[in-house]
């Protein structure tokens, strides 16, 4: 089955830094990843998504690659910000009907 | 836009009682999904449907989990006889097109605790 793994230590940043989150994915080759925002107690909201052709994708402050090679994602967040603190989950479409596979997520903390 | 609605929004019951869990998605949307999502770790899906038919529901406990989605609209999910282990948030999210539409919004969630 699908394994996909984030960051499990949480990533203490400072404002105004760049903070960059990693997603490794085996045994699949998904048509697209997406990332997402969960706060405590929160559902997830949808941030971006890349598709397999895609290198690169570019949304204000965020930018995610896909390296379909090297089965990786890598959640770029440029000039944190102290609101940007949640956890990041990033998901796989694992099949035709859209299904996703989530990893755990990395918890991201920006600190003034 | 009315958001994904989930009641109730915290469940605190004993194991091998049963408790049931509601969703009302977005207006419009096709697909509904239903998810687990234990403390430290994604959401795992447990079923999907497109209007009200089962799309997959090969993670659901079927001994213990059931799930249906009443005239292609509001959905519930209940489990009986619940289990410590099934202490979870348990997410719906919603999406427009069934299977190839990549958003999915997401209610705030369920918080349960067997004790």
């Known amino acids: 089955s699908q394994k996909i793994e984030q960051n499990s230590e949480a990533l203490n940043i400072q404002e105004g830094k760049t903070a960059t989150l990693t997603c490794n994915y085996t045994?699949?080759?998904?048509?697209?990843l997406q990332w997402y925002r969960q706060d405590p107690g929160r559902g997830p909201v949808f941030l971006l998504l890349?598709?397999?052709?895609?290198k690169e994708k570019r949304k204000e402050r965020l930018k995610v690659t896909f390296d379909t090679t090297l089965k990786q994602s890598l959640f770029h967040i440029t000039a944190s910000q102290p609101a940007d603190s949640a956890t990041y989950l990033c998901a796989l479409r694992t099949d035709s009907w859209g299904k996703l596979q989530f990893g755990a997520g990395t918890q991201v903390v920006v600190t003034p | 836009e009315a958001g994904v609605a989930q009641s109730p929004r915290y469940k605190i019951i004993e194991k091998r009682q049963s408790v049931a869990f509601w969703c009302n998605p977005i207006?419009?949307?096709?697909?509904l999904y239903w998810y687990q999502q234990i403390l430290g770790q994604g959401p795992k899906l447990l079923i999907q449907f497109q209007n009200n038919g089962v799309v997959d529901d090969s993670q659901l406990p079927k001994d213990r989990f059931s799930a249906e989605r009443l005239k292609g609209v509001d959905s519930t999910l209940k489990i009986q006889p619940a289990k410590l282990e099934d202490s979870a948030v348990y997410l719906c999210?919603?999406?427009?097109?069934?299977?190839?539409?990549?958003?999915?919004?997401f209610g705030p969630g369920t918080r349960l605790l067997v004790l």
């Open positions: 045994n699949y080759s998904p048509a697209y």
């Open positions: 207006s419009g949307h096709a697909t």
């Open positions: 890349i598709r397999e052709n895609e």
């Open positions: 999210a919603s999406s427009s097109l069934g299977g190839n539409q990549e958003t999915q919004y």
